[in-house]
């Protein structure tokens, strides 16, 4: 069996106020799948459930060390999840705002790239 890409999407998300590096990088990831549909993973793939599919997500934001990976894979309904988180995305100065409890006044953007791969026999073992 050969690993084949199926689809890459991409997506942004941000955190205007908590400073979270998860919230922006959960919110890039929902982006990413918001507008789509995968029928191709049943009638062209041949796949007999969403959970046979591997779904890689690549994050990239400020602060990548404080993400909260589970949270961010949470935010995908099905497949066999795997992320990787990285320096990256933008950090822009906003307004702290008392009652949103802001630390600053960073607001943090990330981007997000999920790749959904699904396992194909090889051709070339054909004979």
Do not use: C
């Amino acid at each position: 069996m050969a690993k084949k890409r199926f689809v890459i999407e991409m997506g942004m998300g941000v955190d205007q106020h908590g400073q979270e590096p998860t919230v922006a990088a959960a919110r890039a990831l929902r982006n990413a799948i918001a507008h789509n549909a995968l029928p191709g993973i049943w009638e062209v793939a041949g796949l007999n459930h969403p959970n046979e599919m591997i779904v890689e997500v690549q994050i990239a934001v400020p602060y990548p060390e404080q993400v909260r990976t589970e949270e961010v894979l949470a935010v995908l309904p099905f497949g066999q999840k795997k992320i990787t988180v990285e320096t990256g995305g933008m950090v822009v100065q906003g307004r702290a705002i008392e009652e949103f409890q802001d630390k600053n006044d960073e607001m943090l953007i990330a981007v997000a790239a999920v790749t959904v791969w699904v396992e194909k026999e090889d051709e070339s073992s054909r004979d």
